[in-house]
């Protein structure tokens, strides 16, 4: 299976190809230049491996939570790619990719959690299956960090939610390694979740990929940022 992976809906800018066993990527936080960079990380690793875009059978696509500006910046390049190659698309969700870093190291159940800014976190809490890499426990979530509730076990955390609000680490049942409370979700997961899916037939056409918001506020009101300042 031959897969392009690639993520621009966090701080970070990431794009893989999976071919059969091996993967090339590239990962670099770019600050606010995705746009300008990521079609640049499309083609240095596609011309690393000696391949093009028409010798893929899909491509795996960030749909976020994340930034907006960014989740739409992964849709609308991973659609374009996908049109002019005829290739199918496999939406994947930054939670899940992020989730799948643990997972592939041995973790049974993971809570993976990003900063959503305004006080709140993206959240969401999986467990490992060998068919599917990872399957959901609930919807993914945001919400201030008080809210994150875990189901009964023991789950790894995982996400720079937990960075930026180190009072998480405190839940009954996590257990967080110090490196983990800084990752991000890499291209390169998704490529391995798009293959799995791909070769299930769940692959959409270009024109169904949707963005995962979660929310659809994007800042908060001056009242509000008077009111959390006060806190």
Do not use: M, Q, W
């Given at each position: 299976m031959r897969v392009l992976a690639l993520d621009t809906a966090t701080e970070a800018c990431s794009v893989a190809l999976l071919d059969g066993e091996e993967s090339i990527g590239r990962f670099a936080e770019l600050g606010k230049t995705h746009a300008q960079q990521i079609l640049g990380m499309v083609d240095t690793v596609l011309a690393e491996a000696q391949l093009s875009l028409s010798m893929l059978d899909g491509i795996a696509a960030s749909i976020g939570p994340g930034s907006f500006t960014g989740v739409r910046i992964s849709v609308s390049v991973a659609q374009g790619l996908a049109f002019g190659a005829n290739l199918r698309v496999v939406p994947v969700g930054t939670l899940e990719a992020l989730a799948y870093q643990a997972l592939r190291r041995g973790s049974a159940q993971v809570l993976a959690c990003l900063d959503a800014r305004m006080g709140e976190v993206y959240w969401g809490c999986f467990t490992a299956d060998p068919?599917?890499?990872?399957?959901?426990?609930?919807?993914?979530?945001?919400?201030?960090?008080?809210?994150?509730?875990?189901?009964?076990?023991?789950?790894?955390?995982?996400?720079?939610g937990f960075a930026a609000y180190p009072t998480l680490s405190g839940l009954p049942g996590l257990h967080i390694d110090p490196s983990d409370s800084q990752a991000l979700p890499h291209a390169r997961d998704m490529a391995l979740l798009?293959?799995?899916?791909?070769?299930?037939?769940?692959?959409?056409?270009?024109?169904?990929?949707?963005?995962?918001?979660?929310?659809?506020?994007?800042?908060?009101?001056?009242?509000?940022r008077r009111q959390s300042k006060r806190q």
């Open positions: 068919a599917h890499g990872l399957l959901p426990l609930g919807a993914p979530r945001v919400g201030p960090p008080a809210s994150v509730v875990l189901p009964n076990g023991v789950f790894s955390g995982i996400g720079r798009g293959a799995l899916r791909l070769g299930r037939g769940e692959g959409v056409d270009p024109a169904d990929l949707r963005p995962l918001y979660i929310r659809d506020k994007v800042a908060l009101t001056e009242a509000e």
